[in-house]
């Protein structure tokens, strides 16, 4: 850690400036970096890691690397059973997880994940400057100034990756304490424990507190969702079912559908009354404690004073689909805040961008998006010969992790350049291409409707209009059989040029 | 000490959950999902599936068909509806013409929705009612 401690990036310009040191902004400052773009990176932790240097509570996380796949761990194919790992061009950064894993779980612990993003930011070298607290921010004719505790920092260009993880509460929960403030677990034993919030962290909760606590209520307005209904990560995950299959089997939990009318502390603990959305019926609890587990907000500071439209109990700052704000241009926004860029959210599923497995892309792509648009770079693009476009997009569809990450979200977008031919545009947010205007080509996505296996979805844009195509799902996920060719084929013959269809030889 | 949610507060005014008690709106807000749209973005695409219902928080939509503008929406309004109940892609584009706060709720999710709060379900029928008295105003 000689190297990253090292105080770097002085107060002064700089042509951007990216602030935070999770996994967002250690996969942005990679990618930044590999492009040759100068940029500073200021955060105040004194390590890499973000949040996964604390939480989440019961030190394990919820997304997987599973170790044996029959696929080289270097391969951009394993990326899609790695949703830890950041993502290098190099060996000694790439599928990093899998290496710092114990192999008992195919869920990383906490410390593990943090090992990996620590180790990943000293394989790639990340230059980082530690312990420079961001204050605040303001406007200098183009430059945004940011007020530090190591002085003024300017630039044009400021991405924040700086997490969604500031405990929110709704009013009249002011002084319940959140989730993260969670007493050591063993605190909790033999004790009757009132969750306020039935998402993943609520269960967590309750998961970890099985064994310990007397009597768990989990209560919320909504119904419980679960991710293996929705075929989503919407949803509480598999490894927190537990406390509701306690729940319908033995009653040992109570799950309820209710609003908080109030949580008022008593001598020994608290009374929560509840009134039920059904009937208006009241329910009183006597309880020692209580715990909202109602979600977090980002850490903003001023950047709303500054005109950055937020939304949402997480006040995320709203974007456009490269990750802009929508409404103060020049400042961006990278890591698990991106999921105020909500893309198309077709059928209701959000993307990925909330966790690692999504924002890595994201910030890869921004990346390469600052490059050209802001930096004056033309990025390196292949050119297709017709004969590659059909297997090309079902490969992609097939293989590509970007898109099986990031469904309807990212996809991989071809374009017929007139001077250059067929040109293989790599990874676009697919709101962007079907919303903008440009020259004719086809986006291939991944695509999930919350009830069937996933299936490729096509996008076709000729003359600025842009047309949809479904391709049929596959029981074993393979669209790359002759089935789909023929459907790619139809799709393509009737709205490129017939030579970009031509069956290989 | 009332918990207390700001949007439960503002839906309170719309007439689609006018009949709804506070707990009843409170839980619409958890089942639906607020979004946010920047002027010039596409809400609703038409031709392309998996939409959803749409209630106008705040700002200003259009109506536009083939690229024409038809029609403005604004709080209070909906859009999405018939796509979802009949389970066909949308056919108008629906464009932020100002910045637009949404609730949305995805159309799968739609049908047991209404079926579940009869009140808002009847409250959408008259909306449609009367959608469907204006354009046969129009044509006549």
Redesign the interface.
């Known amino acids: 850690m000689a190297q990253l401690a090292k105080p770097l990036f002085p107060a002064g310009r700089y042509p951007l400036i990216v602030v935070g040191s999770g996994p967002g902004a250690l996969q942005l400052t990679y990618s930044l970096t590999r492009l040759g773009i100068e940029h500073a990176v200021l955060s105040e932790d004194p390590a890499p890691g973000g949040m996964f240097r604390r939480w989440p509570v019961f030190q394990r996380m919820l997304s997987w690397t599973k170790p044996f796949t029959g696929l080289d761990r270097e391969s951009r194919a394993y990326e899609r059973y790695d949703w830890n790992s950041l993502l290098a061009d190099e060996a000694a950064g790439r599928a990093v997880m899998a290496r710092v894993m114990d192999g008992t779980s195919y869920f990383p612990s906490r410390p593990e994940m943090e090992r990996g993003l620590v180790e990943f930011a000293e394989a790639s070298s990340l230059r980082i400057r530690f312990g420079c607290r961001w204050e605040s921010t303001s406007r200098e004719g183009e430059d945004f100034v940011l007020r530090t505790s190591d002085g003024d920092y300017r630039s044009p260009l400021v991405v924040f990756a700086v997490g969604v993880a500031e405990p929110w509460r709704p009013a009249g929960l002011e002084g319940v304490p959140h989730y993260g403030e969670l007493r050591p677990a063993a605190t909790y034993a033999d004790r009757r424990v009132f969750i306020i919030g039935k998402q993943n962290s609520g269960f967590e909760i309750a998961t970890g507190l099985l064994p310990l606590a007397r009597q768990i209520v989990l209560a919320s307005p909504s119904a419980t969702k679960l991710s293996v209904n929705t075929h989503s990560l919407v949803g509480v995950r598999a490894r927190y079912v537990q406390p509701y299959e306690d729940s319908v089997l033995a009653g040992g939990v109570l799950v309820l559908d209710t609003s908080i009318d109030e949580v008022k502390r008593t001598q020994n603990g608290y009374q929560v009354r509840t009134r039920s959305a059904k009937d208006d019926s009241v329910l009183t609890f006597e309880v020692d404690d209580v715990i909202a587990a109602t979600g977090f907000a980002s850490p903003l500071r001023d950047l709303p004073q500054l005109g950055v439209a937020t939304f949402g109990q997480s006040r995320l700052p709203a974007q456009t689909p490269f990750w802009e704000s929508a409404t103060v241009p020049g400042i961006y926004f990278a890591g698990t805040i991106n999921q105020g860029a909500q893309g198309m959210k077709k059928h209701g599923i959000p993307s990925n961008s909330g966790a690692v497995q999504g924002y890595r892309y994201n910030a890869r792509v921004l990346a390469a998006h600052l490059a050209e648009r802001r930096f004056g770079m033309r990025l390196p693009r292949r050119q297709l010969d017709a004969k590659e476009v059909i297997p090309r997009l079902l490969a992609e569809a097939s293989h590509g992790p970007e898109l099986w990450h990031q469904r309807s979200y990212l996809a991989r977008v071809l374009l017929v350049d007139p001077d250059h031919g067929i040109v293989d545009e790599g990874i676009v947010p697919l709101a962007h291409f079907v919303d903008s205007a440009g020259p004719d080509g086809v986006a291939v996505a991944l695509e999930s409707n919350g009830r069937d296996d996933p299936y490729p979805a096509v996008y076709i844009r000729r003359g600025g209009s842009v047309t949809e195509h479904l391709l049929e799902s596959s029981p074993l996920l393979d669209f790359e059989g002759e089935d789909h060719r023929k459907a790619l084929v139809s799709a393509l013959d009737r709205l490129m040029s017939p030579s970009i269809s031509q069956p290989q030889p | 000490?009332?918990?207390?949610?700001d949007i439960a507060d503002r839906i309170a005014g719309f007439a689609l959950f006018a009949d709804l008690?506070?707990?009843?709106r409170?839980?619409v807000?958890?089942?639906f999902?607020?979004?946010?749209?920047?002027e010039g973005?596409?809400i609703l695409?038409q031709?392309?599936?998996?939409s959803?219902l749409y209630i106008i928080l705040d700002g200003t939509a259009a109506i536009r068909i083939d690229g024409v503008d038809r029609s403005l929406l604004k709080a209070g309004d909906y859009f999405g509806e018939i796509s979802c109940l009949l389970g066909e892609?949308p056919v108008a584009d629906i464009v932020a013409v100002q910045?637009l706060?949404c609730l949305?709720?995805?159309?799968?999710?739609v049908e047991s929705f209404l079926k579940a709060h009869p009140l808002v379900m009847f409250r959408l029928l008259q909306g449609e009612a009367r959608k469907v008295r204006t354009t046969t105003k129009w044509l006549s």
Not at chain 2, 21 to 24: F, K, L, N
Not at chain 2, 33 to 38: G, I, K, L, M, T
Not at chain 2, 47 to 50: D, I, M, R, S
Not at chain 2, 104 to 109: D, G, M, R
């Open positions: 000490m009332a918990v207390q949610d008690s506070g707990p009843e409170e839980q807000v958890h089942i999902e607020e979004a946010w749209f920047s973005e596409r695409r031709g392309f599936t998996g959803g892609p910045p706060h949305v709720l995805p159309s799968s999710e």
